[in-house]
Antibody
Framework: EVQLVQSGAEVKKPGESLKISCKGSGYSFTSYWIGWVRQMPGKGLEWMGIIYPGGSETRYSPSFQGQVTISADKSITTAYLQWSSLKASDTAMYYC???????????WGRGALVTVSS | EIVLTQSPATLSLSPGERATLSCRASQSVNSYLAWYQQKPGQAPRLLIYDAFNRATGIPARFSGSGSGTDFTLTITSLEPEDFAVYYCQQRSNWPHTFGGGTKVEIK
């Protein structure tokens, strides 16, 4: 069974750093892209970026380029999304998702709620 | 970046009625368009990919059509569990953008 298990909710202060994780299991982790999607409170889905764990190729949306870093550790089948300096506007639910053979996100994590507040 | 515009923003219908949702792309995405359903407190779920292919386990009342810049998601007879928000997404060009969503609510 394909599963993407995300790390838990985080409460951080502006300026702090953060790294959230997404552990894949039940499939060949290095054969599928893993993407990250932001959903701000009460808003729609935003495609942030994606990584191919098999080769570490990464693509970012221009809206998020330079604001976050996407990485993966294939030895522990885990993808990451990190910030070096959080802002209040980073408050959102963050989903990881597997890009399946269709080219779209066929399996999703449950999401990680990140709250940034002073 | 390809912009996807979904309409209407909200669709108010009764169970058993037909729902027709639209997604328009700012440039051609060929048939590389998907539809997702999201219920409150849940992650999105893939319904349709490449414009008209149903994802695994998706009921036949969901169908997709279109190509190029204009796409439609049709739900032939709304079930109570279909009231949710629906998003389209394209994979023709990076970034693989999402539309703004259509909320299907109970009338």
């Amino acid at each position: 069974e394909v599963q993407l298990v995300q790390s838990g909710a985080e409460v951080k202060k502006p300026g702090e750093s953060l790294k959230i994780s997404c552990k894949g299991s039940g499939y060949s982790f290095t054969s599928y892209w893993i993407g990250w999607v932001r959903q701000m409170p009460g808003k729609g889905l935003e495609w942030m970026g994606i990584i191919y764990p098999g080769g570490s190729e990464t693509r970012y949306s221009p809206s998020f380029q330079g604001q976050v870093t996407i990485s993966a550790d294939k030895s522990i089948t885990t993808a990451y999304l990190q910030w070096s300096s959080l802002k209040a506007s980073d408050t959102a639910m963050y989903y990881c998702a597997r890009q399946g053979s269709s080219g779209f996100f066929d399996f999703w994590g449950r999401g990680a709620l990140v709250t940034v507040s002073s | 970046e390809i912009v996807l515009t979904q309409s209407p923003a909200t669709l108010s219908l009764s169970p058993g009625e037909r729902a027709t949702l639209s997604c328009r792309a700012s440039q051609s995405v060929n048939s590389y368009l998907a539809w997702y359903q999201q219920k409150p407190g849940q992650a999105p779920r893939l319904l349709i990919y490449d414009a008209f292919n149903r994802a695994t386990g998706i009921p036949a009342r969901f169908s997709g059509s279109g190509s190029g810049t204009d796409f439609t998601l049709t739900i032939t007879s709304l079930e109570p569990e279909d009231f949710a928000v629906y998003y389209c997404q394209q994979r023709s060009n990076w970034p693989h953008t999402f539309g703004g969503g259509t909320k299907v609510e109970i009338k």
